[in-house]
């Protein structure tokens, strides 16, 4: 089976679990568990902030981050297609009673003015604007990332508006290995950052919130009241550090993976495939032109041993990843090739 579902399917290999497998443990929310407390201190390092907590899931460490900058009836300014705001269930608003101003982007990003435009006036009548988000690499749109500069004046103009800024990098590794630019250099504009070590690195679970001493121990309480408490987490966190030493610098591999895939996926009839969006590790493809759905298209792919997923109506998503080789990748173009030549079966459904 050739998975290309999601960054997330990777399974710990032998030298991982041996890592996970040795961890010195403690119970990290009684007391401390050393290991945790190596991770957070890496990756607060690795960002250029000062803390980080060691959280179960990107959904988690996004959903402290909005409570710990926002107040219930609050707004926070981002993309309309960001994980937050389309993949969380609905959690800002469910748990923290906080709203969201989505802008229309380009490739995952926004400009400067236009959050401008989108920040309330401090008046009685409106929601009051509390946080800027940004995501990078942006998912929904197809791994994309933020040119810097961008980024950096969009930060410039929510701190210039006294708001902060929190930046989604649950693929903020992948951003760094399509920029060559350090994660604390993207980060830098950032006051918070979510980081996940499940996807691009291939540990089994877990995410950090990132920033200030004063910021993360604020964060403390909202992972407890979310049930985010883990005990003997450094059986987790071992498997992260595992990753930072040995994965980080493998990260681009997938990036070509994806690329390979891109452009093989985007000379076939009826599919188009935005090249210019396609900077990372995720391939998305509009199959709309082939006249197939793409859950017919990813069942029928699915007979052949590759998983896609359905990523729209007419869309479908490709994730390269630690556990697929370069091989396996041109192996799925062709079976998608294949399954996209094939004349579509009668009696649809
Ligand atoms: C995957 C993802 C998340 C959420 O991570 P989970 O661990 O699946 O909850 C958040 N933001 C972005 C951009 C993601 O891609």
């Known amino acids: 089976m050739i998975d290309l579902r999601s960054d997330t399917v990777t399974k710990p290999g032998p030298e991982m679990r041996a890592a996970i497998a040795a961890a010195e443990v403690g119970d990290d929310v009684l007391g401390h568990d050393p290991t945790v407390e190596r991770l957070e201190h890496r990756v607060a390092e690795l960002l250029g ?33 960001s994980h937050v705001l389309q993949f969380e269930a609905g959690a800002a608003a469910a748990l923290s009673g906080v709203g969201f101003w989505p802008i229309d982007g380009t490739r995952g990003t926004i400009t400067p003015d236009a959050v401008r435009r989108a920040i309330r006036p401090q008046v009685p009548h409106c929601p009051q604007t509390s946080l800027v988000w940004l995501e990078n690499t942006h998912n929904a749109a197809g791994g994309s990332v933020w040119p810097q500069d961008q980024l950096d004046a969009v930060a410039q103009v929510a701190h210039d508006a006294d708001l902060p800024v ?18 604390a250099r993207i980060a830098h504009h950032a006051d918070s950052v979510s980081v996940c070590v499940s996807k691009g690195l291939g540990a089994p679970v877990g995410s950090l919130v990132v920033g200030t001493r004063a910021f993360v121990d604020g964060c403390w309480v909202h992972r407890k009241r979310m049930g985010g408490g883990m005990r003997q987490s450094g059986l987790l966190a071992a498997g992260a550090l595992w990753a930072l030493d040995h994965l980080l610098d493998r990260v681009g591999e997938d990036h070509s993976n994806a690329r390979l895939f891109a452009e093989r996926a985007a000379g076939l009839p009826g599919v188009r495939v935005d090249l210019e969006a396609t900077q990372s590790n995720i391939v998305v493809l509009d199959v709309a032109e082939t006249g197939r759905t793409p859950i017919e298209l990813a069942t029928e792919l699915a007979k052949r041993d590759v998983l896609l997923v359905p990523f729209g109506v007419t869309l479908l998503r490709a994730v390269t990843h630690l556990d697929v080789s370069r091989e396996d990748v041109a192996r799925a173009a062709d079976v998608f090739a294949e399954v996209v030549s094939a004349p579509a079966a009668t009696g649809r459904g």
């Open 49 to 81: 902030k000062e803390a980080a907590l060691f959280v179960p899931s990107g959904t988690m460490a996004n959903q402290i981050a909005v409570r710990a900058h926002a107040r219930p009836g609050d707004e926070v300014i981002l993309e309309r297609g």
């Open 166 to 183: 929190h930046l989604d990098g649950a693929r903020l590794w992948n951003a760094a290995a399509a920029t060559g630019l350090s994660p």
